[in-house]
């Protein structure tokens, strides 16, 4: 167990209004990670974060931003929400020497 | 294009069959291989290879990394129904971020 929550777990929200979903961590991991998991894409990465107010894109950016104001939480917020956008959300935290990532339980959110 | 493709994409088995599990990889600065399982949550890290031909064990489970061929391979023994899931696989690469490209996935399922 990494000390990983998500906030929601599952989250029903309609076309064009915000979501953030939250990403908490209790053992001070710098790296922290949002992926969304899609049938037949397997898991994408979103944005990552190297540090308190460092964050970069990942492969699937577009449509996402993120917030890491402490160390423990990262925040995946979605301005606009489309039904595009429906899908399961992971965090993961990276530890060790090779960058092994451990991932939170997930959020499923869906977006009518 | 850094890429990592698993095969099969689907396997059926059944109780006490042995399987391998493939994947190939193609990516930039390569640093490790990480195999996952999925059951129906987020993936629990099973692997973290390195080096060629040193495998890793663990219990019923093992792998195995080729660097020279770009490959590894995941070997489960005896399989039981409990083994039923989706094994991930993927790459670490590129600089200092860590961040992991990961294939679509292998789902296994084992009938007794």
């Known amino acids: 167990d990494a000390g990983i929550t998500q906030s929601p777990r599952h989250k029903v929200t309609e076309t064009g209004t915000p979501v953030t979903l939250r990403c908490h961590q209790t053992e001070n991991h710098r790296y922290m990670y949002w992926y969304r998991q899609d049938p037949g894409h397997g898991l994408r990465l979103i944005h990552y974060?190297?540090?308190?107010?460092?964050?970069d894109k990942g492969e699937v950016s577009d449509g996402y931003s993120v917030s890491r104001s402490k160390t423990e939480d990262f925040l995946l917020t979605l301005e606009s929400a489309t039904s595009s956008q429906t899908s399961v959300y992971f965090c993961?935290?990276?530890?060790?020497?090779?960058?092994?990532?451990?991932f939170g339980p997930g959020t499923r959110l869906t977006v009518l | 294009e850094d890429k990592v493709v698993q095969s099969p994409l689907s396997l059926v088995v059944h109780e006490g069959d042995t399987v391998t599990l493939n994947c190939s990889y193609e990516?930039?600065?390569?640093?490790?291989l990480l195999w996952y399982k999925q059951e129906k949550k987020a993936p629990t890290f099973l692997f973290m290879l390195?080096?060629?031909?040193i495998e890793k064990k663990s219990g019923r489970l093992s792998s195995i990394l080729d660097k020279k061929e770009l490959f590894s391979i995941l070997n489960i023994t005896a399989t039981q129904t409990g083994d039923s899931a989706v094994y991930l696989c993927a790459s670490n690469y590129g600089g200092s971020q860590g961040n992991l490209i990961f294939g679509k996935g292998t789902k296994l399922s084992v009938k007794p």
């Open positions: 390195t080096s060629s031909g």
């Open positions: 993961a935290i990276r530890q060790g020497a090779y960058n092994e990532q451990f």
């Open positions: 974060s190297y540090g308190v107010k460092d964050t």
């Open positions: 990516v930039t600065n390569f640093r490790s």
